[in-house]
């Protein structure tokens, strides 16, 4: 299968150059206009971005062969996942290509700050000399305070410690061990607020973190300190910026990010404040740093296209398993087991519950996405996959309880779906013989062995001589040939449980001579033909 890829944003070269390696088409268009991307995605399988595209539900809904979304960076604000994921398409990032430079554009940051470098080099480019104006402060044995102590904010912590800082955190997610280890005392966020001369953030744009500091919580700030954000516009309150150096409470601010970008007119003019330095969101913007992400990115997006895959995928986090080979057969026996326990329970059932036992247990979670993909490719329009599978049963309101069994009795694996207690049938039962031989071991308890495969016809019947060879008669009068079948009953003369494998699709026309005949109750008929 031959793949192609749409590279939206300013994407270092290196990109095409693995995607060309591995065959995949690739076209590059910076300049589209909303209509027209709108168009163009229709025909690609991946798009690549960095933060200047907006991958909003909107467009994603245009995108008809869109499989993923790659973003060539960390920040995936701009991208709608959500919304992607309900459409099946895997969005992934490069979460560690652009840390080292984002941390070393912080800790410049931080000094420029601390010496009012950008203002005074402006000062001597406009033929002034004020060393007076420019004096600065030292570093050195001045608190930083980071809030967000993952991957950014502990590279800053380790290099501004040797500019003889003393680091201190707050990271609600953070464990004390890794804390620890990076000799970084944890604080709750008040206390850090209090405590630090320097300030940066290195946290997403969360409903905790937006306006983590504005005037409304400035009184808790060390009077006189400084903030630095390049993580994300809006963490610190951009209305407040300039009123919280005027006030007195902060000293100077330096940002790399913005809530816009570039920066609204009201969002200029703060800028503007002379002691407000930044630069416009530079901190991944290294030959470096683009040519690691590029080149991740690239690789990544043809390995999960291929289904090779699926490392970065910030949407997908049950099908990186796809790709291995122990996992393959159960998948394949949850998504069939799925499709044979939706066109067996009752219409509107909406209480499932999926019992693993055996090995297969170690991965319930993408089975669990497995066996819902068999059961809502009945019912929903839209392609459903492991991605958005559990998406779809929410929105349906599917209720799903999942447990595991450590003793297998019988099976080496087994995996059972129960689907409502007052029904004609209530529960089925499967498993795998070698790599696929796929079969139906039980239903309601009476032990069946048939193939999961093709059409079968289910029907209850008293135990009694002639049922077969009535219903093998209504079959052979309509030229319908018998492949398999598999009978199940629990004591001699009550009731049993029979399946069908049939050599063709039925019609409901020619079901109905089988239903009609005496003893043949609850039937149903499973087209497992996918
Ligand atoms: N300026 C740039 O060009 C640039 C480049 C790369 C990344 N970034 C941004 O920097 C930020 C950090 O990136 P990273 O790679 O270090 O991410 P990361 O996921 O490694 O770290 C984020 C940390 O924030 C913590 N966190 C989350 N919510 C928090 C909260 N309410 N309070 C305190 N801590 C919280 C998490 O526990 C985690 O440790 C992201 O917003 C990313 O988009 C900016
Ligand atoms: O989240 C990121 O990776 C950074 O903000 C960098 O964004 P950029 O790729 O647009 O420079």
């Known amino acids: 299968m031959s793949f192609s890829i749409l590279i939206l944003d300013n994407v270092d070269p290196l990109a095409e150059k693995v995607f060309e390696e591995r065959g995949i088409k690739v076209t590059r268009n910076h300049n589209l206009s909303g209509e027209e991307l709108h168009q163009e995605i229709k025909k690609y399988d991946g798009i690549v971005v960095r933060s200047s595209t907006t991958v909003s539900a909107d467009l994603l809904k245009s995108a008809e062969n869109l499989k993923v979304v790659g973003r060539a960076g960390v920040g995936v604000d701009n991208i709608d996942i959500e919304a992607a994921t309900a459409e099946g398409i895997l ?178 003019k703060q800028l503007k404040h002379p002691h407000i330095i930044s630069t416009p969101h530079l901190g991944a913007s290294t030959e470096e740093a683009q040519e690691k992400v590029a080149e991740q990115i690239a ?130 039962s499967a498993t795998v013989f070698g790599e696929d031989d796929y079969r139906i071991v039980e239903i309601d308890g009476y032990g069946i062995e048939l193939r999961m495969e093709g059409d079968i016809v289910m029907y209850q019947n008293v135990d009694k001589p002639g049922m077969l060879a009535g219903v093998s008669g209504a079959m052979a009068k309509q030229g319908i040939n018998i492949g398999a079948l598999s009978l199940g009953r629990t004591d001699k003369g009550s009731n049993a449980i029979t399946a069908v494998s049939v050599d063709k699709e039925l019609t409901e026309e020619e079901l109905k001579p089988i239903i009609e005949l005496d003893g043949v109750n609850a039937l149903k008929y499973i087209s497992l033909n996918n």
């Not at 502990?154 to 061990?177: N, W």
């Not at 036992?357 to 929903?380: E, F, P, R």
Request: aromatic share 8%; with cysteine; charged share 25%.
């Open 299 to 428: 690789y990544q997006m043809s390995d999960a296209l291929e289904q090779k895959n699926f490392k970065g995928s910030l949407n997908g986090k049950s099908i990186s398993l796809i790709t291995n080979k122990e996992v393959q057969p159960y998948l394949k026996l949850a998504e069939i087991l799925g499709s044979a326990a939706i066109q067996l329970a009752p219409e509107n059932a909406n209480n499932f519950s999926f019992e693993y036992s055996g090995a297969c247990a170690q991965y319930s979670d993408v089975l669990t996405d497995s066996i819902l993909k068999g059961m809502l490719s009945h019912h929903v329009s839209e392609s459903v996959n492991l991605i958005n599978a559990r998406h779809y049963a929410d929105d349906r309101g599917l209720k799903i309880r999942e447990t595991k069994v450590s003793d297998t009795k019988t099976f080496n694996d087994l995996i059972t779906v129960t689907f409502g207690e007052d029904a004609d049938y209530q529960t089925i």
């Open 91 to 268: 969005v992934m990032n490069t979460p560690d290509g652009n840390t080292v430079s984002t941390a070393e554009h912080t800790c410049g940051m931080i000094l420029a700050l601390a010496r009012n470098i950008p203002q005074s080099v402006d000062r001597v480019k406009n033929g002034g000399w004020d060393r007076k104006k420019y004096m600065g402060t030292e570093v050195h044995s001045k608190t930083l305070g980071i809030i967000g102590l993952g991957k950014i904010g502990a590279e800053v912590a380790q290099r501004m410690r040797e500019f003889g800082m003393t680091v201190k955190a707050y990271d609600p997610f953070a464990s004390v061990e890794k804390a620890e280890s990076l000799n970084i005392e944890l604080l709750e966020l008040d206390e850090l607020l209090g405590t630090a001369d320097f300030l940066t953030v290195h946290t997403p744009l969360t409903e905790k973190t937006k306006g983590l500091v504005s005037l409304e919580n400035a009184d808790k700030l060390k009077k006189g300190m400084y903030l630095v954000n390049c993580a994300r516009g809006g963490i610190y309150k951009e209305e407040d910026l300039s009123q919280l150096i005027d006030n007195g409470y902060v000293a100077g601010i330096a940002l790399d990010v913005y809530s816009q970008e570039p920066p609204n007119e009201a969002l200029y």
